[in-house]
């Protein structure tokens, strides 16, 4: 089998094997981020992959599913097997509009440890996808979006856990709209009165469906995701703290070091030397 080709002429889609991508020796990554979605599937694998300063192990039959602009650190053993995937969203957008939910949601989940049936189902899927991507016969990029959908309708289901016990699907949805648009403008410091008109919410429906779903106020998951924004740049990028203040909304670099240090105990430029 050849080796895959990019599913579009801009390089917006590749799929490759693991054995391939490590060439039988151990994979060490240094924390990076990507402006693409990433899915790392492991039939066999050993090791492990921080997400946004979090640890998962790599074991057999797993799955991790990233966003982009997150932040990963990948160890992978030398004899791992499986796949990687990287697509733009552009690329997976070309499919009708409709499925654009089932992108969001499978990916609002980064690890997914699969039993070892359904792991088979997965597996089954993505390797069709990499032998599309490899021989590209015509219709392939139509075969391949058919198959990631089916992947992402899989993946929701297992992931459905995570609401379970909440009792009210409208409140199950209305919480991933809220976390969608956090990803989207949380690094811009957005007060929760903005999220709330754009939710069509009042401030108080808002707070309700954040404090039933996770146990915080809007504001403290809104924080949340500020912080977490500051330290991907302070991490992955050489930017000075008042930059990455300036462009995380803070008109204050002083105020920025403050906010920072409240919530995480420790100053910006002590992050970023502890951590690299």
């Known amino acids: 089998m050849g080796t895959p080709r990019a599913a ?131 219709g392939y990029r139509e075969v391949i979006l058919a198959h990631l959908s089916i992947l992402f309708a899989r993946l929701i289901r297992q992931a459905a856990v995570r609401y379970e016990g909440s009792g009210n699907l409208y409140i199950q949805q209305r919480m991933q709209e809220f976390e969608a648009l956090l990803e989207k403008y949380a690094p811009f410091n957005k007060p929760v009165a903005a999220y709330a008109a754009m939710m069509h919410l009042s401030i108080y429906q808002l707070n309700a469906i954040v404090k039933q779903m996770q146990g915080k106020t809007a504001s403290q998951v809104i924080s949340d995701y500020v912080v977490l924004e500051a330290k991907r740049r302070l991490l992955c990028t050489g930017e000075t703290v008042a930059r990455i203040a300036t462009a995380l909304g803070f008109e204050d670099a002083s105020y920025f070091i403050r906010f920072f240090k409240r919530h995480t105990g420790i100053a910006p430029e002590a992050f970023r030397r502890k951590c690299r």
């Open 8 to 138: 579009t002429p801009a390089d917006s889609f590749a799929v490759r094997s693991l054995s391939e991508l490590t060439g039988g020796e151990e994979m060490r990554q240094e924390a990076h981020r990507h402006n693409f979605f990433y899915l790392l599937i492991t039939a066999r694998g050993a090791g492990e992959h921080i997400i946004d300063f979090t640890a998962y192990p790599v074991g057999n039959y797993t799955l991790f599913f990233m966003r982009p602009g997150q932040v990963h650190q990948l160890r992978l053993e030398a004899d791992s097997t499986g796949y990687m995937i990287q697509f733009e969203r552009q690329f997976y957008f070309l499919q009708e509009k409709g499925f654009e939910h089932l992108l969001q949601k499978a990916a609002s989940v980064n690890y997914y440890p699969l039993q070892e049936g359904l792991f088979r189902e997965v597996y089954t899927l993505v390797t069709a996808v990499f032998e599309e991507a490899a021989h590209g016969r015509e």
